[in-house]
């Protein structure tokens, strides 16, 4: 099923910028060249049927896009399908509020982007990973308390959207978890998650480029709104970055990276297209 209708007036305004240079060009030539009287009419079908095939591709890479680049109060922002990890300068890992590192299928998802780092990206063991955690220096407000009743796991909780910076990682405590090791936020969490989030990056990130997948888009599930869509969540981590105080300095930029099997899901033309008004 195509994200674009055929019909949109967006690429119809998009067509009629082609048409308008097509129709420059054409008449400049037409200057120089006359057209022989009996070739007018398969002249004038060939660029009937030019106009559509032009306007045939710019339908189908509205429906294929793959990457956008716009600015949000002064700051580059690039959203794109990708990998996080082969993206430069800063890559965020989302975690839970405990910052476990333990990939059992229960804790952490094998599959996870969490899991993917320990398992093949983590450049030390796990167990010293979790020696950098406990000794990093996290601001008092960062720390919410223990959990001694916690059957598996750590015990040390910290506030969602705290940041621990380990090397070109930011691992930063996204989902709550409740008794059965389950991942999940409310909506009003999920957006105090990125005010704070956007907050923290904005007084470490230090003229770095920042990557981020969509927050949201894994196996945390948002409280009440379980049929919310990657691209709602996207719409959000937008208008929440807008209203908050980040704002990256030339050449650091913000690359919101998507999952090659979430590209079907979200349509890049209506976030760019609604960009002015987020």
């Given at each position: 099923?195509?994200?674009?209708?055929?019909?949109?007036?967006?690429?119809?305004?998009?067509?009629?910028?082609?048409?308008?240079?097509?129709s420059?060009?054409?008449?400049l030539?037409?200057?120089?060249?006359?057209?022989p009287?009996?070739?007018?009419?398969?002249?004038?079908?060939?660029?009937?049927?030019?106009?559509?095939l032009?306007?045939?591709?710019?339908?189908?890479?509205?429906?294929?896009?793959?990457?956008?680049?716009t600015?949000?109060?002064?700051?580059?922002?690039i959203?794109?399908?990708?990998?996080?990890?082969?993206?430069?300068?800063?890559?965020?890992?989302?975690f839970n509020?405990?910052?476990?590192?333990?990939?059992?299928?229960?804790?952490?998802?094998?599959?996870?982007?969490?899991?993917?780092?320990?398992?093949s990206?983590?450049?030390?063991?796990?167990v010293?990973l979790?020696?950098?955690?406990?000794?990093?220096?996290?601001?008092?407000e960062?720390?919410?308390g223990?959990?001694?009743e916690?059957?598996?796991?750590?015990?040390?909780?910290?506030?969602?959207?705290s940041?621990?910076?380990?090397?070109?990682?930011?691992?930063?405590?996204?989902?709550?978890?409740?008794?059965?090791?389950?991942?999940?936020?409310?909506?009003?969490?999920?957006?105090g998650?990125?005010?704070?989030?956007?907050d923290?990056?904005?007084?470490?990130?230090?003229?770095?480029?920042?990557?981020v997948?969509?927050?949201?888009?894994?196996?945390?599930?948002?409280?009440e709104?379980?049929?919310?869509?990657?691209?709602?969540?996207?719409?959000?981590?937008?208008?929440?970055?807008r209203?908050s105080?980040?704002?990256f300095?030339?050449?650091?930029?913000?690359?919101?990276?998507?999952?090659?099997k979430?590209?079907?899901?979200i349509?890049?033309?209506?976030?760019?297209?609604?960009?002015?008004?987020?």
């Amino acid at each position: 099923m195509a994200k674009v209708s055929f019909l949109d007036k967006r690429i119809f305004r998009q067509f009629l910028e082609v048409v308008s240079v097509i129709s420059v060009v054409a008449s400049l030539t037409f200057i120089f060249v006359e057209i022989p009287k009996g070739c007018k009419l398969a002249v004038g079908g060939i660029f009937l049927i030019l106009l559509l095939l032009v306007y045939v591709a710019l339908w189908v890479r509205s429906n294929n896009l793959q990457q956008i680049h716009t600015k949000i109060e002064g700051s580059d922002v690039i959203i794109k399908q990708g990998d996080i990890f082969e993206q430069p300068d800063f890559k965020v890992i989302a975690f839970n509020e405990y910052l476990d590192t333990q990939v059992d299928e229960k804790i952490i998802s094998g599959n996870s982007l969490n899991g993917i780092f320990i398992k093949s990206h983590l450049d030390t063991s796990v167990v010293d990973l979790d020696r950098y955690i406990e000794k990093y220096p996290f601001e008092d407000e960062d720390v919410v308390g223990k959990n001694p009743e916690r059957k598996s796991g750590k015990k040390t909780r910290f506030e969602i959207g705290s940041i621990c910076v380990y090397g070109e990682y930011l691992l930063t405590a996204f989902s709550k978890f409740d008794d059965k090791n389950r991942a999940r936020l409310t909506m009003p969490e999920y957006l105090g998650f990125l005010i704070k989030f956007w907050d923290k990056v904005n007084r470490i990130y230090a003229q770095k480029s920042v990557s981020v997948p969509i927050f949201g888009s894994g196996i945390t599930r948002i409280k009440e709104h379980k049929n919310i869509s990657d691209e709602d969540l996207l719409k959000i981590m937008l208008w929440t970055f807008r209203i908050s105080e980040m704002r990256f300095k030339y050449p650091a930029k913000l690359t919101i990276i998507i999952h090659p099997k979430k590209m079907d899901t979200i349509n890049l033309l209506d976030i760019k297209s609604s960009n002015n008004g987020l």
